[in-house]
């Protein structure tokens, strides 16, 4: 025996001792690449015309999103049984009488019903984005180009799936739009009207944060918990922002009994584990 072939043995027994194989005598996993798709597909869907070459306009435009929405259904329904057949088979979930694949169906019947609500918050926040960047030249620029829009959206579409307890999938679409633009949003967390990330890079926001309306976050900033302690896994560990706060670069906020009170300012580089008062502003 040569040493590949001692290599490929060695290998083996690996997956045999540790795991780590999405194995094809189980309910197999959702897919890297078909939710990527499924994203790019979404944000078409969302801004028509702006991300693929395709001129739009009202004689075609109800054929376009028909088109998206039927071809997107499809795929989403099928990831989504996946996602829900592997939590039903570790025991984290129950799919009914109906079985998963009538409860994936379900799901998507809520979200693309939801997509027109979720497109009214993301109209708000590009609002936010030019109303909050001297820099943007127009709403379009923002669409196309500002990393903090991407993540939002991404993330207003993941933490809808969130809320209907669909396992993994959100996960993986905010990581994906992780990758591209260096913001990392928890899908649970909660994040209110007209929110701007400007610049971006480096910003984290926990799962349990609960974040206001007309809130401003720069690069950098944590939105954190004070322990990562397993135990701790269900309970609030991060903080509160409430409406009208603004949070300058690579400041620190940690703790699930944090609340940044309303009309706060803070500056950047801060480091803060205790609740601060409305209209306060905290430099360093």
Known sequence: MNRLEKSIDSLLKNYDDFGMVNRSDTENLPGRESIKNIVRGLEELLFPGYLENVRTDNGNLRNIASEKVNQLAGILIHEVEKSLAFSARIGALNCGHGGCHAAAALVTDDFFEELPK????????????????????????????????????????????????????????????????????????????????????????????????????????????????????????????????TIYANATILGGETVIGRGSIIGGSVWITQSVPPDSKIYK
């Open 118 to 245: 979720i497109r009214e918050f993301l109209s708000k926040d590009l609002e936010a984005a030019v109303r909050g960047d001297p820099a943007a030249m127009s709403a379009d620029e923002v669409i196309l180009s500002y990393p903090g829009f991407q993540a939002i959206t991404v993330h207003r579409l993941a933490h809808f799936l969130w809320t209907r307890q669909v396992p993994l999938i959100p996960r993986m679409m905010n990581e994906h739009v992780h990758r591209r633009t260096g913001i990392d949003i928890h899908p649970g967390a909660q994040i209110g009207e007209s929110f701007f990330i400007d610049h971006g890079t480096g910003t984290v926001i926990g799962e349990t944060t609960v974040i206001g309306n007309n809130v401003k976050l720069y690069q950098g900033v944590t939105l954190g918990a004070l322990s990562v302690k397993k135990g701790e896994s269900g309970h609030k560990r991060h903080p509160t922002i409430e409406d009208n706060v």
